[in-house]
Nanobody, 130 residues
Framework: QVQLVESGGGLVQPGGSLRLSCAAS????????IAWFRQAPGKEREGVSC????????YYADSVKGRFTVSRDRAKNTGYLQMNSLKPEDTAVYYC???????????????????????WGKGTLVTVSS
């Protein structure tokens, strides 16, 4: 069965780091955009980052630019979101998603759309608090 499974969430202090993983099974991520979304309490789901199928293009929301890095390990069929210098406002459930449509991550000024994703993980909670 096709699925994505996030891991790596948890409680971290402000200024700390976490690496989220997105493990795919039932299909290969090699041909897919990997996108990361988050949803904080009382807020709409936000496109945080993405990486194109070729790894040539990435996108970062202004709120995380310079702190987060998106990547993939093709041998492990897994995507990653490295999160550094975490802030309390980063607290949210983080979701990974995938699509074969590279236009969803074209390296421009627009975030990936939640309506353009084919597969979704169930989410992992990140809490940034002292």
């Amino acid at each position: 069965q096709v699925q994505l499974v996030e891991s790596g969430g948890g409680l971290v202090q402000p200024g700390g780091s976490l690496r989220l993983s997105c493990a795919a099974s039932g299909f290969t991520l090699d041909y897919y955009v990997i996108a990361w979304f988050r949803q904080a309490p009382g807020k709409e789901r936000e496109g945080v980052s993405c990486i194109s199928s070729s790894d040539a293009r990435t996108y970062y929301a202004d709120s995380v630019k310079g702190r987060f890095t998106v990547s993939r390990d093709r041998a492990k069929n897994t995507g990653y979101l490295q999160m550094n210098s975490l802030k309390p406002e980063d607290t949210a459930v983080y979701y990974c998603a995938a699509t074969v449509d590279d236009l969803m991550c074209d390296g421009g000024n627009y975030p990936p759309s939640q309506y353009g994703m084919e597969y979704w993980g169930k989410g992992t909670l990140v809490t940034v608090s002292s």
